[in-house]
């Protein structure tokens, strides 16, 4: 049944709620959050931020002249009704399907998707670059960044905010404040003095003010100007943001949308060279009951009776990589006080919740800080810890700096416990875990295993416990394990030893990571056509198992690696072997199965990897192409 609604059945784009009464936005706002929470309870998907902003973006779409004025949404988690608003209204049950919406802005999506996101804290950034860019080109347009509390705590966030006054470039940040008080609201005469703090009448005065005491000396007028900042802190709640340089607005309710309209009016007037800071106080999962009153405010939800609440539950009763993780790491920590649990805001995520339930005093959240996580947890591992830093793969990509000077290069025993390895489904390119393997083995020092089912990544786990003069990093896949029974925590592996799983003659199909169980199947299927593999688990990316490579080498007529990861991973390191002891130079045939060459859209995860051709029929074919290959060498015009 398609529901029925008063103004958004007639709201299409920005400029349709431009004619619209602001006691009739308030109605569509409740219509937004109603079509927002129907349509996540089908695709699931982000749902608490969204409700909390329903207000804020119907007020920013209303008072701006999007998409000429440019609104950069940080993360992204947060733009359900952004992109409701914004000509995509009858897409969104398509929402992180297979060639559907995103969940996250995107700029080839829409031309009100300026900037894309999906990880933290670089909307401020982006907004002062397009800010400076219309400088420039003489434009006159506005720019927004929207970021959240959380995110703006990040390095990146202040590094904007540093530099953005300096620039002398009119930017308008808006922070969402759902979480933590950064300033505390001190009731209707804040509010009447942010209204009032951010009007022309004011601003005006201010720099008529200016005017006339820069006419006095120097000293005169730096006084003055202190003067009225410290005024101007003391009635807002004075705040970090005017040492930054910040003009700053609020606290504001950030669902009261007669007065949010008017701050960003008088804000959008504002003849301003330099950043603005609006401070909203919103609720994370506002209007949704369920939402309010749950511990993570439906931050990331599957599927959900929209009357009850009750989310889709997973059938298997097989349990996560991630929980077989946790579990392996807290039996561990019972016996060694050494392990310490570091995390990046990512806690549930990665199972440290559950290590940080058992031992509360040796985890650490650091927040979105993946580059102070890694360094932290070098410096407890100088001091003789055994630091485990969880982390999924796309994030880590923004701590690479740090695992390179401040881990490889001491060479210090940091374990990082690499979640969401491989591609992740749902949430698309901005979070897959492709280059691990390959910005990871390229290092000095590194030991880099991926597990090939939840059993290696106990035998992983409890291998790494005793790493003791290496860093080292075991990968492993998002979601549920394949049902093998799980080792005791005293069963290790060699480093750098594979295993031999099958063993056949011609072809020798070189295994690292979770394609194993397609590797399995390409074999059944492969058998009923006559052709016996042998089949590896190579367990270590590095160091290779260098005597087994080169058994195999000599022993058949080709070889074919796979991996969830991108060129210049595993198989460019076999490869790397293979050409520098002459063994492809007796027409041993050698073929790597990567990632492709592009970024794989959000899809189902065993669709992506049909589509990145890594699944078995892939595998299959590859076999054949090998065998039936003949070396032929052909110049190039």
């Known amino acids: 049944m398609i ?35 129907d ?25 701006f002249d999007t998409p000429n004025d440019k609104i950069i949404w940080d993360v992204g988690h947060q733009t359900y009704p952004h992109k409701i608003l914004t000509g995509r209204k009858d897409k969104m049950k398509t929402l992180r399907q297979g060639n559907g919406l995103s969940g996250f802005t995107k700029r080839s999506e829409s031309e009100y998707d300026p900037f894309g996101a999906a990880h933290s804290s670089t909307s401020i950034s982006a907004a002062l670059g397009i800010a400076t860019a219309n400088k420039f080109e003489k434009k006159s347009n506005e720019v927004v960044a929207v970021i959240g509390d959380g995110a703006i705590s990040a390095g990146m966030a202040y590094e904007a905010m540093n530099n953005a006054e300096s620039l002398k470039t009119k930017i308008i940040v808006v922070l969402n404040d759902n979480d933590m008080s950064i300033a505390k609201p001190v009731g209707a005469m804040s509010a009447y003095l942010a209204k009032l703090l951010s009007g022309n009448i004011y601003f005006s005065l201010r720099e008529t003010i200016k005017l006339i005491i820069s006419a006095f000396s120097k000293r005169f007028s730096d006084k003055a100007g202190k003067a009225e900042d ?68 439906y931050h990331g939800v599957a599927k959900f009776n929209v009357k009850t609440g009750i989310q889709e539950k997973s059938k298997s009763n097989i349990p996560s990589y991630t929980k077989v993780f946790a579990n392996t790491l807290i039996k561990h920590a019972e016996n060694d006080s050494k392990i310490i649990g ?5 806690p549930s995520g990665t199972g440290m919740d559950l290590f940080s339930e058992k031992f509360p005093n040796r985890m650490f959240d650091v927040g979105i800080a993946e580059q102070h996580a890694v360094t932290f947890a070098a410096g407890l591992a100088t001091e003789g ?10 994030f880590l990509q923004r701590a690479y700096d740090q695992v390179v000077h401040d881990v490889a290069i001491q060479n210090l025993p940091v374990r990082f416990a690499i979640d969401r390895a491989g591609l992740v489904g749902e949430d698309g390119p901005t979070h897959a875990g492709s280059f ?18 939840e059993a290696e990544l106990v035998k992983m786990i409890n291998t790494s416990v005793d790493i003791n003069n290496n860093p080292s990093a075991l990968r492993y896949p998002r979601g549920n394990g394949v049902g093998v029974e799980l080792p005791g925590i005293n069963e290790k592996i ?73 060129i210049g991973g595993f198989g460019s390191h076999v490869s790397q072997f293979l050409s520098e002891k002459n063994l492809l130079d007796n027409n041993l045939k050698f073929r790597s199965m990567i990632l492709p060459d592009k970024f794989i859209n959000h899809n189902k995860p065993e669709l992506m990897y049909k589509e990145a051709g890594l699944d078995a029929e892939a595998i299959v074919s590859k076999v054949f192409d090998v065998l039936n290959s003949k070396i032929i060498v052909q110049k190039q015009n």
Request: hydrophobic share 40%; net charge negative; glycine share 8%.
């Open 494 to 566: 060699e480093i750098g030893k594979g295993r031999i799983i099958l063993e056949g003659k011609k072809v020798a199909l070189i295994n690292f990571g979770a394609r194993l169980e397609e590797c399995l199947l390409a074999n059944e299927i492969l058998n009923k056509k006559g052709i016996n593999i042998t089949l590896v688990d190579a367990r270590f990316a590095k160091p290779l198992d260098e005597n087994l490579i080169w058994q195999i080498a000599t022993d058949h007529e080709a070889i074919i690696t796979i991996e969830e990861g991108s």
């Open 342 to 346: 570091i995390t990046a805001a990512m």
């Open 436 to 453: 691990d393997v390959t910005y990871l083995s390229t290092l000095p020092n590194f030991i880099v295993m991926a597990a090939s089912d």
């Open 230 to 297: 410290f005024l101007r802190s003391a009635v807002t709640g004075g705040t970090l943001f005017n040492s930054l340089g910040f003009y700053y607005v609020g606290p504001i309710d950030g669902y009261d949308l007669d007065r949010l309209i008017l701050v960003l009016q008088n804000v959008k007037k504002l003849n301003h060279e330099g950043p603005i800071m609006i401070h909203i106080k919103t609720e994370k999962g506002k209007g949704y009951e369920f939402a309010e009153k749950s511990l993570d405010k």
């Open 39 to 63: 349509v996540v309870s089908v695709t699931g998907g982000h749902l608490g931020a969204g409700l909390g902003v329903v207000e804020l973006t119907i007020a920013l779409h209303y008072v």
């Open 3 to 37: 529901k029925k609604y008063q103004y958004l059945d007639k709201v299409n784009f920005p400029y349709d709620i431009k004619n619209l009464k602001i006691s009739e936005l308030k109605i569509l706002a409740e219509e937004v959050r109603e079509e927002m929470i």
């Open 385 to 394: 810890y055994k630091p485990y830093t969880a982390i999924y793969s796309t």
